[in-house]
């Protein structure tokens, strides 16, 4: 959240909105086609998840024509049902608070990518409440503007045209 800009419109300083991919700062005032975004958002998500488990579906298929063995089946089976429910949960963590530790969430994008259906159905639960992060953004946001309207009031008036107390 950048604090002291100008805006465009009104020239006046204040806090700018942070942008939402795909969806910019139209969460703020959800303009700008903001319900079909998101429902646009949310079917597509769930189309790439439906494609995503049709290519999941074709490798294991192929795991099964090269008769590599009911354990190995298995372990690719788990290997990819668990990493989907954990970067479900990242996910959807996300979308509520900034994390703590960002070399930590760094370290799980290689867990997100092989759990990809789970992010693409996190993201398409998320676009049928709001958009993804907005929640957290919009409170970001509004704190910025009150801390922001708060030191402008204290600033008010011309210190040099005070009257000093005078002496008895």
Not at 76 to 93: N, P, Q, R, S
Request: aromatic letters at 8%; hydrophobic letters at 40%; one cysteine or more.
């Amino acid at each position: 959240m950048s604090e002291d800009k100008r805006t465009p419109e009104t020239g006046t300083s204040g806090p700018q909105p942070e942008e939402i991919r795909f969806f910019g700062t139209s969460w703020v005032d959800h303009g700008a086609h903001y319900g079909l975004r998101r429902a646009g958002l949310a079917v597509g998500a769930l189309a790439a998840a439906v494609a995503g488990a049709f290519v999941l579906r074709f490798a294991y298929q192929g795991l099964q024509v090269a008769e590599v063995g009911g354990l190995v089946n298995t372990l690719v089976i788990l290997m990819f049902a668990v990493c989907a429910a954990i970067a479900f949960t990242k996910t959807w963590e996300g979308f509520g608070r900034r994390p703590a530790d960002q070399a930590r969430e760094d370290s799980l994008k290689s867990l997100k990518a092989i759990g990809f259906i789970g992010v693409l159905l996190a993201y398409a639960l998320r676009c049928l409440v709001e958009a993804p992060g907005e929640k957290l953004r919009r409170a970001e946001y509004e704190t910025a503007r009150a801390r922001h309207e708060k030191r402008r009031g204290a600033r008010t008036g011309n210190p040099a045209a005070r009257r000093k107390p005078r002496r008895p």
